[in-house]
């Protein structure tokens, strides 16, 4: 199959659903909300899901070695973001979210047929580096998915003080409910952030062949990790809810993506090289 058909498939799905989930819950009225993902629904998401995750698996690996860059790096977490949310929605109410996440994993899901600068991954064959690196795809993937949660937090305020429900709104849980799996998400992903950053740090020269070096993907590596560490400690001692929680979860996810996405998108694309 050639390459540019293995990612339109999944971003046709996805772009399928959004659009759907657009008309269906985002601006449809609020009469007979519906609650949840409905089964026909759940199936075309783990299609695409499927789809995405072959296309990945057939991008990334090669008999030259493991291949990554920016692109499938924001298809792997796009893909891992929509992957916790299709189980999450198994046992929690998050109507609404698949809506902001669909047209984002359509666009992030189709990057590599057009951007397929993807070097191959250096000690691939360590163990220690291959659980860095699944560690730390976990961790931007929650971030991601906690970013997401937080604008449509945002976006849900600013309807509820306008009068202004849509089904997809009028269907989500409490704000304070919202808030909660928004901590939960941030504290989860924290966790694993601290490890991707720890292990990085103490284990530079096993990892990557080379001693520590405080470039600057380590330094933004460090400020997200200091803005959502200072928003958990915010949160406990000083009680950080609503628009601040909100604004610190975007800070953070920002600084996260320029350590290592915005720096290969910079090298990969606009200077033609590998970082």
């Not at 899901?49 to 790096?73: D, M």
């Not at 046992?91 to 698949?98: D, H, I, K, S």
């Amino acid at each position: 199959m050639p390459a540019i058909l293995l990612h339109l498939l999944p971003a046709s799905l996805y772009a399928l659903l959004g659009v759907h989930f657009w008309h269906t819950r985002w601006i449809a009225p609020t009469s007979a909300p519906r609650q949840g993902l409905q089964p026909k629904e759940r199936v075309l998401m783990l299609v695409a899901l499927v789809a995405h995750g072959f296309a990945l698996n057939s991008t990334f690996f090669s008999a030259e070695g493991i291949h990554f860059g920016f692109s499938l790096a924001l298809s792997l977490m796009l893909w891992l973001a929509i992957l916790f949310y299709w189980i999450e929605s198994l046992y929690a109410r998050l109507e609404g979210l698949q809506t902001l996440g669909m047209p984002v994993a359509a666009v992030c899901s189709l990057l590599p047929a057009f951007f397929p600068g993807a070097h191959v991954l250096e000690n691939a064959s360590s163990p220690l580096f291959r659980a860095h690196f699944v560690v730390a795809m976990l961790a931007y993937s929650l971030f991601t998915l906690a970013a997401l949660h937080a604008m449509l937090m945002s976006v849900a305020e600013r309807r509820l003080h306008g009068a202004h429900l849509t089904r997809a709104f009028a269907a989500l849980p409490p704000l304070l409910t919202m808030e909660t799996l928004l901590f939960r998400l941030i504290g989860i992903a924290f966790v694993l952030l601290t490890l991707t950053v720890g292990s990085g740090v103490l284990f530079s020269e096993a990892l990557f062949g080379k001693a520590f070096r405080l470039d600057h993907k380590t330094v933004f590596a460090i400020i997200s990790w200091l803005i959502f560490g200072s928003l958990l400690v915010g949160r406990h001692f000083q009680g950080w809810r609503g628009k601040k929680a909100q604004y610190w979860t975007l800070a953070g996810f920002i600084a996260l993506m320029l350590a290592y996405v915005g720096s290969r998108f910079v090298a990969e694309v606009l200077l033609g090289r590998a970082a």
